[in-house]
Every structure is written in structure tokens, then in C-alpha cells.
């Protein structure tokens, strides 16, 4: 299981689904108690060139992330969660406020192909946030909430005439 991570991150985008599903299947048994490096190998992968690759590692960590939000409370549930939060919140918000700040850039220069990878990240990133402050409102995102509230109102007015689909229907009926 020390390779796991190694090796999604040098597979193909399909193979490497399967592959974060088996260390999100393993991290429920073993993870932090037993896997103390698998966070550390997942947050130094964040700043990869590749967004295969980060995409990965993001997708990884909402399937860890997500049993944040349906464990009944416990002193040992909080203890996770800080341990993951001491580690992962900061890289967390300075992805977030990275790719913020790339998406107009990327908007103008109608490079789709760059823009979606970005727009997964973005979406992953917040269903981790949620999952962060499900049970409890962290203190590093209470003095981080500029930044994120600033990135979440850009994403519901975000418009990109060139992700849009002519064939989608926006009005009921």
C-alpha cells in the first residue's frame, strides 16, 4: 500500500479511478492509524504539472474525505479530522486560490482543453470543503473565509460561452 499512490499517479486516467477507489477502500480500515504516509504522498502530488494527476489525487481524497460527513460525531472521528486538517487545509486553499486565479486567464484565451481539467479540480476542491466542514466549521477556514466565499461567488456568476452546450435546454418544460 506505500506504492498505491506512486503508481495511480503514473497510470492512465482510467486505470487510476480503480486505483483511488482501492486506496479509498483500504484508507477506510487503515487510514490515519495505520497509513500515516498516504496523506503526505497525496498533498506532494497537488502540485503536479499534470491534471491527470491532481485530478487524481483530488478525487482520492473527496472518497477518504466523504465519511467526514456520515459518521455520527465521536471523539475519534474529530481526531481524524483534525489530523487530515493540520495537514491538508492549507494546500487545500492554496490550490483553490490558484486555479481562481487561472481561470480568467484561461477563459479569455478560449483554451478549453486547459480549462476543463481546472473546472474537475474546482468542483472536487469544493465537495472536499464540504466535507472538511461537515461536522464542524474548522478554524483555519473561519480565518480563510474571505478567500473562499470570494472563489465560491466567482463560481456561481462564472459564465464561459465556450463550455456552454447549444444543445442543452435551459428552460423548463
Known amino acids: 500500500k506505500n506504492h498505491l499512490v506512486e503508481l ?7 486505470i487510476q479511478v480503480q486505483l483511488g477507489e482501492s486506496i479509498s477502500l ?11 504516509n498516504l496523506l503526505p504522498d497525496l498533498i506532494s502530488r497537488l502540485d503536479n ?3 491527470s494527476v491532481v ?7 473527496n472518497s477518504i474525505f ?6 455520527q460525531r465521536s471523539d475519534a472521528l474529530y481526531k481524524d479530522i483534525l489530523y487530515v486538517l493540520h495537514r491538508f487545509q492549507e494546500p487545500l486553499t492554496e490550490l483553490f486560490k490558484a486555479i481562481n486565479a487561472q481561470l480568467d486567464a484561461f477563459t479569455a484565451g478560449n483554451n478549453v482543453a486547459e480549462l476543463r481539467p481546472r473546472l474537475a479540480a474546482l ?6 470543503f464540504y466535507s472538511l466542514n461537515y461536522q464542524d466549521l474548522p478554524e483555519y477556514f473561519e480565518d480563510h ?10 463560481h456561481l456568476e462564472y459564465v464561459n460561452p465556450h463550455l456552454e ?9
Open 123 to 128: 468542483r472536487t476542491i469544493c465537495r472536499i
Open 8 to 14: 495511480m499517479c503514473t497510470v492512465p486516467p482510467q
Open 26 to 36: 483500504i484508507a477506510a480500515s487503515d487510514f490515519p492509524s495505520q497509513w500515516d
Open 66 to 71: 466523504k465519511r467526514f460527513r456520515y459518521v
Open 145 to 154: 473565509m474571505e478567500e473562499w466565499m470570494a472563489g465560491f461567488a466567482k
Open 49 to 51: 504539472r499534470d491534471w
Open 55 to 61: 485530478n487524481g489525487v483530488l478525487v482520492t481524497a
Open 165 to 173: 452546450d447549444s444543445d442543452e435546454e435551459n428552460e423548463p418544460g
